[in-house]
């Protein structure tokens, strides 16, 4: 129930007090919807991170910075396999 039916009740006695600790019950399609958002994410997240990365491969190279192509690469697939993870995670549990 929301606050102000709680507040505004005529019968006080019929209204449940239920903790906000209590583990509730997770619906199959919003566990479904979550888990391929993870993995779309992660999808995207690979696809258009490695693009950019071709992209501007020439310039990163000639930079002086220590963080090459190859370092690069392991941070997005690094980044894209963990949305992956938690979206086979929250699928599965």
Do not use: H
């Given at each position: ?16 007090i ?50 090459k ?25």
């Amino acid at each position: 129930m929301a606050i102000m039916d709680r507040i505004f009740a005529s019968d006080r006695n019929s209204l449940e007090i239920t903790s906000p600790y209590e583990e509730k019950e997770d619906c199959i399609s919003c566990r479904v919807m979550g888990s391929t958002t993870f993995v779309a994410l992660g999808g995207w997240t690979y696809y258009s991170g490695m693009k950019q990365l071709r992209e501007r491969q020439q310039l990163i190279e000639k930079s002086k910075s220590k963080y090459k192509t190859g370092s690069r690469q392991l941070g997005i697939i690094t980044l894209s396999a963990t949305f992956v993870g938690l979206g086979i995670y929250r699928m599965l549990n």
